[in-house]
Nanobody
Framework: QVQLVESGGGLVQAGGSLRLSCAAS????????MGWFRQAPGKERDIVAA????????YYADSVKGRFTISRDNAKNTVYLQMNSLKPGDTAVYYC??????????????????WGQGTQVTVSS
């Protein structure tokens, strides 16, 4: 069992930056693929970014390419999402998730086994 705890959300003006963190419990963090998802009111939960267990490969949704960066520190059991040039359309609850299988990049939320409680990101215009 893995517990994930997100932090770093908040209110920011358009064009600003935030850095989300997701701290994981347990000794097997380095074996999990990790992803960040977001869900706006009335919308589905969508992939934002994902990273392989080694950190060697990453994936970004088209809407965030060039603005967001996912990274992980396996020594600290933590995955990060650096968000720059934020837009009002980025407003959502952001969730981190762990893929127990840890093979490649997964973009479908149903493939993830563990989820954090979410952190709100609000971007004002």
């Amino acid at each position: 069992q893995v517990q994930l705890v997100e932090s770093g959300g908040g209110l920011v003006q358009a064009g600003g930056s935030l850095r989300l963190s997701c701290a994981a419990s347990g000794r097997t963090f380095s074996s999990y693929g990790m992803g960040w998802f977001r869900q706006a009111p009335g919308k589905e939960r969508d992939i934002v970014a994902a990273v392989t267990r080694s950190g060697g490969s990453t994936y970004y949704a088209d809407s965030v390419k060039g603005r967001f960066t996912i990274s992980r520190d396996n020594a600290k059991n933590t995955v990060y999402l650096q968000m720059n040039s934020l837009k009002p359309g980025d407003t959502a609850v952001y969730y981190c998730a762990a893929d127990r299988l840890g093979v490649g990049i997964r973009t479908n939320p149903s493939r993830y086994d563990y989820w954090g409680q979410g952190t709100q990101v609000t971007v004002s215009s």
